[in-house]
């Protein structure tokens, strides 16, 4: 059965008892987490009243959210995972839009938690991770410390009577929401243990009983995946609490890591931290990098700088979420992010849906088990989603005649100059290469006589003394002039999501607003 529930089982009758998880000075055992999983299921199990039920996690990276993930699908409810840098008013639409009562979080989040309660119109159950020093509980809420339920609780699971199935809602992630409010992705048991399983089986070879790194927010789609995928294959994992260059530096060094998955604000992040040149990194292979384009500039510097290669991924929540990746025994093209991993179909497809020809660019459609069924409650936007079972991804791109795939841009990002189409990534691969140049993000802007218009936010780096008219000039030295930039606007640090995602809706926004107070 592909179920969630038996990854952890599957674990524990193939490798036998073994570290898990290493936390800052703890350790825990895939036995521990199965023994604390039940315990806290059979809680949850006296909360939950259906198996509709929802549970948010809403948690910095730490064992607990492990716990909470397996003990609530032990529950048969669905996890509702929640980045822990949310605010009080995002927890209250997540909260709301997905019918979950009950939350799992920790004290120094505890401040929103009684922001979401007072707008609550129904009971609300609290589980604490840490300790709870008497503070203050709304009518509406009844709250419990993890340990508390630890020491009350069972230690065998507690019969029920969900029989939970593959096809069953297992999680529901809510997407980032840059454009609109966020939007439930749901993911059932099948494909999110297809997905792991067949993540687990491209790396198997070179990650079977080692000792990895996960700096990802276990509440997104990457890092959720990804613990699935380290249990499949045996793996020891540090969890860091959130990213830190020098924390990973550390753990490299001293567990002689092979390999590690990241996100493309965390290779930047390490480069440019001030102490890479004094840890050693040979013992890593790679690094697989997803979630966002990787500039090619950067990847080349990161492997020249560590000696690490960096295999590109791709995937999106949608997609639970591995679509495609290279990876080490495979034949390396840059630029790509790989071919579909064996359990997806990809195709590129026009504005009418029609399969285009290998190099032409279109929209990335795919197709798999590892495919969301939809959006919760958003029927609408779920068959404009899912067309004739194909997800149509939004990104823009090209395949080759390997069915290696180039990510474009996406498409929204695309920007419309003149009835002609400009790709963002394409100026800002060129961008990034000039020598006083950190980072830099394209946009397309409102224009009355050419529909739009490109702006480009650099970050310079440190001291550097680049003009604005400088870096147009050079990027019209390596690419047509209606492809670059009709305006640089320097900025301190771009604006990113929970994984390092820039936000250039919010770049708009602030292009927008500072042309209103011009």
């Known amino acids: 059965m592909m179920l969630l529930t038996t990854i952890l089982k599957e674990n524990i009758e193939k490798f036998g008892k073994h570290d898990f998880i290493r936390f800052g000075d703890s350790t825990y055992t895939n036995l521990e987490l199965d023994h604390l999983s039940t315990k806290l299921a059979n809680y949850l199990q006296t909360q939950v009243k259906s198996q509709s039920d ?12 492990l716990v909470a993930y397996q003990a609530i699908l032990k529950a048969g409810a669905v996890v509702v995972p929640v980045m822990y840098a949310l605010n009080a008013n995002e927890v209250h639409y997540i909260m709301e839009d997905s019918d979950a009562d009950t939350i799992i979080t920790s004290s120094s989040l505890y401040d929103n938690i009684i922001k979401v309660a007072q707008k609550m ?3 609300i159950h609290v589980v604490v991770t840490d300790t709870f020093e008497n503070g203050h509980v709304e009518k509406n809420m009844e709250v419990h410390e993890l340990n508390q339920i630890y020491l009350s609780s069972e230690d065998k699971l507690i019969e029920n009577n969900r029989n939970v199935k593959e096809d069953d809602l297992a999680v529901i992630l809510y ?12 993911l059932t048991h099948r494909n999110l243990y297809i997905s792991a399983q067949a993540s687990a089986n491209v790396m198997e070879v070179e990650m079977l009983r080692k000792t990895t790194i996960v700096a ?5 789609s990457f890092g959720f995946t990804a613990m699935n995928m380290y249990l499949n294959l045996g793996s020891t994992v540090i969890v860091l609490e959130r990213f830190d260059a020098e924390e990973i530096f550390k753990a490299v060094e001293k567990y002689k890591i092979q390999s590690f998955s990241a996100v493309p604000a965390m290779i930047y992040g390490m480069i440019m931290h001030p102490s890479i040149d004094n840890y050693d990194f040979s013992s890593v292979v790679g690094i697989l990098c997803s979630s966002a384009p990787l ?35 495979m034949v390396q093209k840059p630029g790509s992010v790989g071919p579909p991993i064996d359990i997806v179909k990809a ?18 459609a795919v197709k798999g088990l590892n495919v969301t069924p939809g959006y919760y409650r958003l029927e609408e936007e779920t068959a404009r989603t899912i067309v004739d079972g194909w997800l149509r991804t939004g990104d823009m791109a090209y395949m080759d005649e390997d069915d290696y795939i180039f990510i474009v841009d996406r498409k929204k990002d695309v920007v419309i100059r003149g009835g002609l189409n400009i790709f963002p990534r394409d100026i800002e691969e060129v961008i990034v290469t000039h020598s006083d140049v950190l980072e830099v993000a394209a946009v397309g802007v409102p224009d009355e006589q050419m529909g739009e218009r490109l702006v480009a936010y650099v970050v310079k780096k440190p001291d550097a003394s680049i003009t604005a008219e400088e870096i147009i000039a050079f990027s019209q030295e390596h690419l047509a002039k209606y492809k670059t930039p009709q305006e640089v606007i320097f900025i301190n640090q771009l604006p990113r999501n929970g994984v390092g995602k820039i936000l250039k809706r919010g770049l708009v926004d602030i292009y927008q607003k500072e042309v209103t107070n011009r």
């Open 54 to 65: 929802k549970v948010i996690v809403y948690l910095q990276n730490c064992p607990e959210v």
């Open 121 to 123: 119109n129904k009971k």
């Open 175 to 186: 997407t980032s929401g840059t454009t609109s409010q966020p939007k439930g992705v749901m």
């Open 216 to 220: 990802l927010p276990l509440a997104h």
């Open 295 to 329: 500039p090619t500039a950067l990847m080349e510097a990161f492997t020249r700088r560590t000696g690490a290669t960096i295999w590109q991924g791709y995937g999106l929540s949608e997609a639970a979420p591995v679509v495609s990746l290279q990876w080490r025994d």
């Open 347 to 364: 195709k590129i497809i026009d504005e009418d849906g029609n399969t285009l020809s290998p190099g032409e660019i279109g929209e990335l």
